[in-house]
């Protein structure tokens, strides 16, 4: 039982961590290029349009708001953080968070790119992997460099929490 709160625990915090610094890096991306970051209130919207059983979009901008979308949206984004930690350790186990290393955590990252590319992005408009999009390749390297990013935060998340159990087991 302690085992599973312990997976539960590293997940949470890992995943919330590793989306923050995807989010700083959407900042310092918006600052840094002037490239706009992901509006979630539109994540939201289709999250919101999927619950009433419409999984496509020609434009998701053009489609009727739905009551909550940007509370919806910001809230999918940390549990699919969460989500994708989940994976992490399900893949790797508590061994990982004790002794993180950058490789699972940049596969994982990586890999995650797959759901926005194959699932969101076609559903929201954009076409595969932003295929519909006025610069479709330029979006795939901003989505690649992000959930690249989220990769290293995966990392940063589970060495501070790996201190953080260190600390707390003295």
């Not at 350790?89 to 890999?111: E, K």
Request: hydrophobic share 55%; net charge positive.
């Amino acid at each position: 039982m302690a085992e599973a709160a312990d997976y539960l625990a590293c997940i949470v915090l890992i995943g919330i961590g590793a989306t923050a610094v995807m989010d700083l890096w959407s900042i310092a991306r918006k600052w840094l290029f002037g490239v706009p970051a992901l509006d979630y209130a539109l994540v939201g919207r289709w999250l919101g349009h999927l619950a009433r059983g419409r999984l496509r979009h020609d434009r998701i901008a053009a489609s009727p708001p739905v009551w909550g979308e940007r509370l919806i949206g910001w809230t999918a984004h940390y549990l699919i953080g969460i989500a994708f930690a989940a994976v992490l350790l399900a893949i790797w186990g508590l061994d990982w968070v004790r002794h993180p290393t950058i490789g699972p955590a940049l596969i994982v990252g990586i890999g995650s790119v797959a759901a926005p590319f194959l699932l969101m992005q076609p559903g929201m408009g954009a076409g595969i992997a932003a295929s519909r999009t006025p610069r479709p390749v330029a979006a795939r390297l901003h989505s690649l460099t992000t959930h690249g990013i989220f990769g290293v935060g995966l990392y940063a998340a589970g060495w501070l929490t790996s201190l953080l159990n260190a600390f707390l087991q003295r």
